[in-house]
């Protein structure tokens, strides 16, 4: 029996690429070029499945290619929100994406950015690298202590509940979270976490706001000037989750006017574009999106959508079926 057609819109670690090799009639992207909406079509076109990354706009559009041979789509990333899931479904096309395999390094890429962006790492290590510092002194660089601030959830997934138990075990921080879903007593006692009941509670009363939502129509701007406008002086705003869950022009202008104290962030919207008006602020920690970029994490990613995939063709349901 002939392997199935896969292609694969971006490189991936170089032992995944391998084992897709020895499974499969796989199309890999050495080039790392992007694929356009016309290439992701053709892809469609050609292959059992697409292997796409959050860098692929798979539009209802784009999942109308005719005729359609792709009936599965494997994704390398928990985070599923470049696809149209409800297009994937009419089309009968299995979505699968990565969940777990990420949870620890993009919470560790939260509490990077809260630690560089409280301690202002980013401006000590412009200073040093640009040969301007003058050497120590008692106020120099002074920033904000992290142990036992409160730390504020909105979302209280996988990741959030990671962040949770690094800061409350790590840093002695009170969490306090938001979800439409709040989980039983005993995982918020494991976590030290206690659950409110809106996000503009949390907002009003943590001293770190850590967005961990997906990214969706619903989602977009929930965090927008109004709500930035709740949170504290002192406090600072971290975003791992995705860009445009935050109006980024409002949060420019919070931040530009000292109503909240910083922000660090590791997505955009409209990645790879980064609002100008970032780039003027110090107060603001910028990350190119590297919540998961570890190699064992990466490669754990594309070990997890070859099970998937396996799975697929073996006629079972895989592992992290999204639809
Ligand atoms: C991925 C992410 O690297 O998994 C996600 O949702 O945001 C990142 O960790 C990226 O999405 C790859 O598609």
């Given at each position: 029996m002939s392997k199935p057609k896969v292609i694969v819109t971006r490189r991936w670690p170089a032992a995944v690429e391998a084992r897709l090799r020895e499974l499969f009639?796989?199309?890999?992207?050495?080039?790392?070029?992007?694929?356009?909406?016309d290439q992701?079509?053709?892809?469609?076109?050609?292959?059992?499945?697409?292997l796409p990354t959050v860098t692929d706009a798979l539009t209802a559009e784009v999942l109308g290619a005719e005729p359609l041979r792709a009936r599965m789509?494997?994704?390398?990333?928990?985070?599923?929100?470049?696809?149209d899931i409800e297009a994937a479904m009419a089309r009968g096309i299995t979505v699968t994406n990565t969940p777990d395999v990420l949870t620890d390094c993009t919470a560790d890429i939260a509490v990077t950015l809260m630690l560089m962006v409280a301690r202002r790492a980013g401006e000590g290590e412009r200073e040093v690298r640009s040969g301007h510092w003058a050497g120590w002194r008692p106020t120099h660089l002074i920033g904000t202590k992290v142990t036992g601030k409160t730390l504020g959830l909105i979302g209280f997934g996988r990741i959030a509940r990671a962040l949770a138990k690094?800061?409350?075990?790590?840093?002695?921080?009170?969490?306090?979270?938001?979800?439409?879903?709040?989980?039983?007593?005993?995982?918020?006692?494991?976590?030290g976490?206690?659950?409110?009941?809106?996000?503009?509670?949390?907002?009003?009363?943590?001293?770190?706001?850590?967005?961990?939502c997906p990214g969706s129509k619903e989602n977009r701007h929930l965090i927008d000037a109004e709500r930035l406008a709740l949170m504290k002086p002192g406090a600072f705003l971290i975003?791992?989750?995705?860009?445009?869950?935050?109006?980024?022009?409002?949060l420019v202008r919070?931040?530009?006017?000292?109503?909240?104290?910083?922000?660090g962030l590791d997505v955009y919207e409209g990645e790879p574009h980064v609002n100008p008006g970032f780039l003027e602020l110090e107060n603001v920690v910028l990350l190119p999106h590297m919540g998961s970029s570890t190699e064992e994490t990466r490669a754990a990613m594309g070990l997890r959508v070859v099970e998937n995939l396996s799975a697929y063709f073996a006629g079972q349901v895989p592992r992290d079926k999204v639809v």
């Open positions: 009639d796989v199309t890999l992207n050495e080039a790392d070029v992007p694929l356009s909406a992701l079509k053709d892809a469609l076109r050609h292959h059992d499945a697409v789509l494997g994704n390398f990333g928990v985070g599923y929100n470049h696809i690094k800061a409350h075990y790590g840093f002695d921080m009170p969490v306090i979270f938001y979800t439409p879903h709040p989980p039983e007593d005993e995982v918020c006692r494991d976590l976490a206690k659950p409110c009941a809106s996000i503009e509670e949390v907002l009003k009363q943590a001293d770190f706001v850590s967005l961990h975003n791992t989750a995705r860009g445009d869950v935050v109006d980024n022009d409002a919070a931040l530009k006017n000292k109503t909240i104290a910083g922000a």
